[in-house]
C-alpha cells in the first residue's frame, strides 16, 4: 500500500483535479476498479476508448497521426479516428491513465520471469489503454534515434545554461538482439544467490544499458522504473517507498540514466541505486 500512496502522491499539475484524486485514491483502497477508472476518466473528457486495436507499425513514421507530429493513440472522438491530436489534452488524459494502471499495478502486477516478456507485459499493463502497439517493440528508425537533453554531467539538475548534448538510441533492427543480451545479462544476476548487495547493485546499474535500447516507442521510463523496483524486491535488496515521489530520488534516478547515456559511464547509477534501495525489508515487503 505504501507504493500505491506513492503513487497518489504523483498526482500533481493540473491533471490533480479533484475527481482524478478521487479515482486514483478509489482505486488504490480497491473501490474502484482500475478499468472502470480509466473509462471514467475517458468518457469526462467527451471521448471514448478506441476498439478497434487494429493498428501495427510498419515503420517509425506511422506511429505518428497523419499530419500531425502526435501519436496515435486510443482516445478518440468521431472527429480524430486515429486518436486526439491535442497534445496538451493528450498528455493530460496521458498521465492520468497511467497513474490509475501504476496504482492497479501494486496490488496486481505483472507476473514473470524479469524477461524481456515480462518487461513487454509491464509495458502493456501501464499504457494500452492508450496505445494499441502497447507492449510490443519499438519499429525503427533504421538508423539510430537521436534526441537532445540537457547536460546531467557538467551542470546541475534544472541548470537553464546547461547545454544540449546529442543522446542516441539503438536502431530499431538491433533493438531485439541488444534486449536478449541484457536480459541474459540479468538472468544469470537473478539466478547467483551469492552475489552481496554491492554486487547486486553493479549488476543491476549495467543493465542501464536498456534505457539506450528503448525498447519502446514511448513509455520506457515508466515501465523500466517499475520493472526494476519488482526486481530488486526479487534480489532482496531493501526499497525506500519515497524513491517513488517527486521530492525523492526518481528525478535523479532519471538524470543518472540521462549521464549514463551520454558517457556510457554507469557510476552515478549505480550510487542512485544505492540510495534508493536503503532501509530495511520491512519496507520492501510492504511495497509487494
Given at each position: 500500500?505504501?507504493?500505491?500512496?506513492?503513487?497518489?502522491?504523483?498526482?500533481?499539475g493540473p491533471e490533480a483535479a479533484g475527481q482524478h484524486r478521487a479515482r486514483v485514491t478509489a482505486v488504490?483502497?480497491?473501490?474502484?476498479?482500475?478499468?472502470?477508472?480509466?473509462?471514467?476518466?475517458?468518457?469526462?473528457a467527451g471521448l471514448r476508448r478506441s476498439e478497434r486495436r487494429t493498428f501495427r507499425a510498419r515503420s517509425f513514421e506511422d506511429y505518428?497521426?497523419?499530419?500531425?507530429?502526435?501519436?496515435?493513440?486510443?482516445?478518440?472522438?468521431?472527429?480524430?479516428?486515429?486518436?486526439?491530436?491535442?497534445?496538451?489534452?493528450?498528455?493530460?488524459?496521458e498521465i492520468q491513465i497511467?497513474?490509475?494502471?501504476?496504482?492497479?499495478?501494486?496490488?496486481?502486477?505483472?507476473?514473470?520471469?524479469?524477461?524481456?516478456?515480462?518487461l513487454k507485459l509491464t509495458h502493456r499493463r501501464i499504457f494500452s489503454d492508450i496505445f494499441d502497439w502497447a507492449g510490443t517493440?519499438?519499429?525503427?528508425?533504421?538508423?539510430?534515434?537521436?534526441?537532445?537533453a540537457r547536460d546531467s554531467t557538467q551542470y546541475a539538475p534544472g541548470d537553464p545554461e546547461a547545454i544540449l548534448v546529442r543522446e542516441q538510441y539503438?536502431?530499431?533492427?538491433?533493438i531485439s538482439?541488444?534486449?536478449?543480451?541484457?536480459?541474459?545479462?540479468?538472468?544469470?544476476?537473478?539466478a547467483n544467490t551469492s552475489l552481496s548487495r554491492p554486487e547486486k547493485l553493479e549488476r543491476l546499474a549495467e543493465c542501464g544499458e536498456l534505457n539506450a535500447v528503448h525498447p519502446f516507442r514511448d513509455?520506457?521510463?515508466?515501465t523500466m522504473f517499475v520493472f526494476t523496483l519488482w526486481m530488486s524486491a526479487h534480489l532482496g535488496i531493501p526499497i525506500d517507498p519515497a524513491s517513488c515521489l517527486p521530492s525523492g530520488s526518481r528525478s535523479d534516478m532519471i538524470i543518472a540514466n540521462r549521464a549514463y547515456q551520454q558517457t556510457g559511464d554507469f557510476t552515478q547509477l549505480k550510487g542512485t541505486f544505492d540510495h534508493i534501495y536503503g532501509g530495511d525489508q520491512t519496507q520492501t515487503q510492504a511495497m509487494l
Amino acid at each position: 500500500m505504501q507504493w500505491a500512496q506513492a503513487v497518489i502522491s504523483m498526482v500533481d499539475g493540473p491533471e490533480a483535479a479533484g475527481q482524478h484524486r478521487a479515482r486514483v485514491t478509489a482505486v488504490a483502497a480497491e473501490r474502484m476498479s482500475a478499468d472502470d477508472a480509466v473509462l471514467e476518466t475517458i468518457h469526462a473528457a467527451g471521448l471514448r476508448r478506441s476498439e478497434r486495436r487494429t493498428f501495427r507499425a510498419r515503420s517509425f513514421e506511422d506511429y505518428l497521426i497523419p499530419g500531425t507530429i502526435g501519436l496515435r493513440n486510443r482516445l478518440v472522438d468521431d472527429e480524430h479516428p486515429d486518436g486526439i491530436d491535442d497534445t496538451r489534452l493528450f498528455r493530460e488524459l496521458e498521465i492520468q491513465i497511467t497513474h490509475l494502471r501504476l496504482v492497479e499495478l501494486t496490488f496486481n502486477p505483472a507476473e514473470g520471469y524479469f524477461d524481456y516478456d515480462h518487461l513487454k507485459l509491464t509495458h502493456r499493463r501501464i499504457f494500452s489503454d492508450i496505445f494499441d502497439w502497447a507492449g510490443t517493440e519499438r519499429v525503427g528508425p533504421d538508423t539510430p534515434l537521436v534526441r537532445y537533453a540537457r547536460d546531467s554531467t557538467q551542470y546541475a539538475p534544472g541548470d537553464p545554461e546547461a547545454i544540449l548534448v546529442r543522446e542516441q538510441y539503438y536502431p530499431g533492427p538491433e533493438i531485439s538482439e541488444a534486449a536478449t543480451a541484457i536480459f541474459t545479462h540479468l538472468q544469470l544476476v537473478l539466478a547467483n544467490t551469492s552475489l552481496s548487495r554491492p554486487e547486486k547493485l553493479e549488476r543491476l546499474a549495467e543493465c542501464g544499458e536498456l534505457n539506450a535500447v528503448h525498447p519502446f516507442r514511448d513509455g520506457n521510463g515508466r515501465t523500466m522504473f517499475v520493472f526494476t523496483l519488482w526486481m530488486s524486491a526479487h534480489l532482496g535488496i531493501p526499497i525506500d517507498p519515497a524513491s517513488c515521489l517527486p521530492s525523492g530520488s526518481r528525478s535523479d534516478m532519471i538524470i543518472a540514466n540521462r549521464a549514463y547515456q551520454q558517457t556510457g559511464d554507469f557510476t552515478q547509477l549505480k550510487g542512485t541505486f544505492d540510495h534508493i534501495y536503503g532501509g530495511d525489508q520491512t519496507q520492501t515487503q510492504a511495497m509487494l
